[in-house]
Each structure stands twice: as structure tokens, then as C-alpha cells.
């Protein structure tokens, strides 16, 4: 008997996760309903996917040969579903573009107002994620277009230079570090920080660059905007690092300074990226020149980081 489609998509969570629980509540199901469903295609399957720990889980050799290939087969039906609802009679072809934070923050609303400008005839359908989560969406033919900042594996993705990103530290105007025109990222450390939740790739650029210096990262409290960000510096809960040009559209109207990072690494590369070897319509097409376009016109789209 084939392992049900549900089955295997708990188990490539669990993978991911390397936490049965987590997985659990990221499908919207109890931990040992979970826990039942794994072991019913350990049984099927006639061998063990899993080493269970109190660490979490890990993949058995059998677990990654079925980590690939329910990959795989998750996608393709994924893509099925998206490509019969184009079928629909009457239904007009959006281009769904999934966007982080920080380029939403900056570059993308206007790019996009001229692309819509131009081409009044191509529906977008919009969403702000972080990059992690574009980058699996692209994968899963969730989305079509994507615009992240890589922190991660972009394995699977074609993937474009599209605008530069370059990260500034955000302070009341009376903080120590005020005094100084530019900072080091070390000095940054000395102080607790106001950070984005732990699904940003901004919070695994600045942990791991604080592990590369030795030192703790002193996260005070996590916020899901950059604007919720800037409210909490400006209350006195830490200092920030965001992006510059976020920064200075949200810090209008607070009392609130900036300053430049020098670290070479704060100068990131956004990215415009579509899954590799899926066939792209026109409207895709289009509004990937159109972004690109922008971007060389702006002056501000460096080569790949």
C-alpha cells in the first residue's frame, strides 16, 4: 500500500524541523496523532526513518532516500493543482510574486506600480514573506516570483541580482554608541538588541555573524516589522540593525538616529529568483525583465554577493 499524501508531507516537515513536535503544530495537528502517522509509514514502508532524541529527530539513511523523493513528488502535485486551475474557464492568468520584508520596505512597491502601469493587462498577486519562506513557496510552486535576501540554500532556484541592501544600526540619540559615525558590528554586541522573529534571514545573518565574533547575541525582544522595530528602540528596549533605506522611511517622525555598518557583510545582495527547470509563462517573463530592468536603470543592482 502507497503512504498516504498527508503522511508525507508531515514527514518532509518533521525533516525540515528536525522536531516531530513542531511539525505537528505546523500541520495544525496534535503531537501524537503525529507520532501515529510516522510510525503507520515506518510500518508501510518497512524500515525506520527516524533516530528519535530529546534533541529532536534526525534522518535515518532510509530517511533521506524518502526525504528526496517525497520532495519531489509533494512539488510535482503542487504544480499539477497550479496548472489545472489555470483551466478554470473565465480565469485570467495572475503572476503571484512573493516579496521579504526588506524589499518591500524599499525597492518593490514602485518597481511594481510601473510594471502594472505598463502592462495593465497581467494581474499580480502579491504576498510579503521572509525569505525562507519564498524560497520553499518557489519550490513548491506556491509562487512564481520571489525576492529575498539568501541566507540559506537557494538550491533549486535561478536567481538574479536585483537591488543592493545595506544594513545600519538604529539607536536613540543618546545611546553610547551615538557618538561614533560608523560602527563595527562587534561593538554592536555590547548592548541588548530589539530583532525581527527568528524566521528572518536578517536574525541568521546577525547570530551567526555574532557567533563568527565569539560573542552573544543580546536579543531582548523579537518584533515581526521593521516598523515595530523602530517603536521599541525608540521606547528603550535595545538598539536594532535594519536596512537603510527601511530605516529611514520608518524612522520619520521618531527620535531616532542611525548609523552605517562597516562591516563588509552589511553591504547584502537581494535577489530576484524563480524555480529552476519550471517552465515560465509570458506574463513571468515579463515581469522578471521588468524588475531586472529597474534595477539596472536605478544604478543600484551590484553583482552576486
Same mark, same amino acid.
Given at each position: 500500500?502507497?503512504?498516504?499524501?498527508?503522511?508525507?508531507?508531515?514527514?518532509?516537515?518533521?525533516?525540515?524541523?528536525?522536531?516531530?513536535?513542531?511539525? @505537528?503544530? %505546523? /500541520?495544525?495537528?496534535?503531537?501524537?496523532? $503525529? &507520532?501515529?502517522?510516522?510510525?503507520?509509514?515506518?510500518? *508501510? +514502508?518497512?524500515?525506520?526513518?527516524?533516530?528519535?532524541?530529546?534533541?529532536?529527530?534526525?534522518?535515518?539513511?532510509?530517511?533521506?532516500?524518502?526525504?528526496?523523493?517525497?520532495?519531489?513528488?509533494?512539488?510535482?502535485?503542487?504544480?499539477?493543482?497550479?496548472?489545472?486551475?489555470?483551466?478554470?474557464?473565465?480565469?485570467?492568468?495572475?503572476?503571484?510574486?512573493?516579496?521579504?520584508?526588506? @524589499?518591500? %520596505? /524599499?525597492?518593490?512597491?514602485?518597481?511594481? $506600480? &510601473?510594471?502594472?502601469?505598463?502592462?495593465?493587462?497581467? *494581474? +499580480?498577486?502579491?504576498?510579503?514573506?521572509?525569505?525562507?519562506?519564498?524560497?520553499?513557496?518557489?519550490?513548491?510552486?506556491?509562487?512564481?516570483?520571489?525576492?529575498?535576501?539568501?541566507?540559506?540554500?537557494?538550491?533549486?532556484?535561478?536567481?538574479?541580482?536585483?537591488?543592493?541592501?545595506?544594513?545600519?544600526?538604529?539607536?536613540?540619540?543618546?545611546?553610547?554608541?551615538?557618538?561614533?559615525?560608523?560602527?563595527?558590528?562587534?561593538?554592536?554586541?555590547?548592548?541588548?538588541?530589539?530583532?525581527?522573529?527568528?524566521?528572518?534571514?536578517?536574525?541568521?545573518?546577525?547570530?551567526?555573524?555574532?557567533?563568527?565574533?565569539?560573542?552573544?547575541?543580546?536579543?531582548?525582544?523579537?518584533?515581526?516589522?521593521?516598523?515595530?522595530?523602530?517603536?521599541?528602540?525608540?521606547?528603550?528596549?535595545?538598539?536594532?540593525?535594519?536596512?537603510?533605506?527601511?530605516?529611514?522611511?520608518?524612522?520619520?517622525?521618531?527620535?531616532?538616529?542611525?548609523?552605517?555598518?562597516?562591516?563588509?557583510?552589511?553591504?547584502?545582495?537581494?535577489?530576484?529568483?524563480?524555480?529552476?527547470?519550471?517552465?515560465?509563462?509570458?506574463?513571468?517573463?515579463?515581469?522578471?525583465?521588468?524588475?531586472?530592468?529597474?534595477?539596472?536603470?536605478?544604478?543600484?543592482?551590484?553583482?552576486?554577493?
Amino acid at each position: 500500500m502507497l503512504p498516504d499524501l498527508d503522511s508525507l508531507a508531515l514527514f518532509v516537515k518533521a525533516a525540515e524541523l528536525h522536531s516531530l513536535t513542531r511539525a @505537528a503544530e %505546523a /500541520q495544525s495537528m496534535g503531537l501524537a496523532a $503525529a &507520532s501515529r502517522r510516522i510510525s503507520l509509514l515506518e510500518h *508501510r +514502508l518497512k524500515c525506520t526513518l527516524f533516530d528519535r532524541s530529546h534533541k529532536g529527530v534526525a534522518l535515518t539513511p532510509a530517511g533521506k532516500t524518502l526525504l528526496h523523493h517525497a520532495t519531489q513528488l509533494l512539488i510535482q502535485l503542487n504544480q499539477m493543482q497550479v496548472d489545472l486551475e489555470e483551466h478554470e474557464q473565465g480565469r485570467r492568468r495572475a503572476v503571484r510574486i512573493q516579496v521579504n520584508t526588506s @524589499a518591500m %520596505a /524599499q525597492y518593490v512597491p514602485s518597481d511594481l $506600480a &510601473s510594471f502594472t502601469a505598463a502592462h495593465p493587462d497581467i *494581474r +499580480l498577486t502579491v504576498k510579503e514573506r521572509w525569505s525562507k519562506q519564498i524560497v520553499e513557496a518557489l519550490l513548491l510552486g506556491e509562487t512564481d516570483v520571489g525576492v529575498i535576501n539568501p541566507g540559506g540554500s537557494i538550491e533549486g532556484l535561478e536567481c538574479h541580482p536585483y537591488r543592493s541592501d545595506h544594513l545600519t544600526v538604529v539607536l536613540p540619540p543618546h545611546h553610547p554608541l551615538a557618538e561614533f559615525d560608523e560602527l563595527w558590528f562587534e561593538q554592536v554586541l555590547d548592548y541588548p538588541l530589539v530583532g525581527l522573529e527568528h524566521a528572518a534571514s536578517l536574525m541568521d545573518l546577525l547570530a551567526a555573524q555574532a557567533g563568527l565574533a565569539q560573542k552573544a547575541l543580546k536579543l531582548r525582544v523579537e518584533m515581526q516589522s521593521f516598523e515595530a522595530v523602530s517603536r521599541m528602540i525608540e521606547a528603550g528596549m535595545g538598539i536594532g540593525v535594519l536596512p537603510k533605506v527601511a530605516a529611514q522611511a520608518y524612522l520619520h517622525g521618531m527620535n531616532l538616529q542611525t548609523r552605517a555598518l562597516k562591516d563588509e557583510w552589511a553591504k547584502r545582495q537581494m535577489m530576484v529568483c524563480t524555480a529552476r527547470g519550471r517552465e515560465k509563462s509570458e506574463q513571468v517573463d515579463r515581469l522578471m525583465q521588468a524588475l531586472l530592468h529597474a534595477a539596472q536603470c536605478s544604478g543600484d543592482q551590484a553583482g552576486p554577493s
